[in-house]
């Protein structure tokens, strides 16, 4: 059964550096580092990001998206809500002032 797990097994190829680094991080992060390839290969399989765009423009874009939803339905509300109950308290103070007058 323990040649049959090792048979499961691959191996990835990286330069010293490379693995300097992944030692740094798994380590930061209190994994091993199998257990750390693991997780960022299912890390990116079901984010789809691209481990190249290290600004993560997805992200961005996500949050633009996000930020003009908000600011349409506060323009909404206040179009609806807003600007209405303002013109209803300017003319409710106008008419107080001219009782009191």
Excluded: C, W
Excluded at 15 to 36: C, H, I, M, P, Y
Excluded at 62 to 86: A, D
């Amino acid at each position: 059964m323990e040649a049959k797990m090792e048979d499961n097994n691959r191996s990835v190829k990286f330069s010293l550096e490379v693995d300097r680094k992944f030692e740094k991080v798994a380590g930061r992060l209190g994994r091993n580092k199998r257990t750390l390839f693991n997780q960022m290969v299912d890390y990116f399989y079901h984010t789809k990001k691209d481990p190249n765009d290290l600004n993560d423009e997805a992200l961005k874009t996500s949050i633009i998206k996000g930020n003009q939803h908000l600011t349409g339905f506060i323009k909404t509300q206040e179009q609806s809500l807003l600007i209405p109950i303002k013109q209803d308290a300017e003319r409710m103070v106008s008419s107080q002032r001219r009782i009191l007058e």
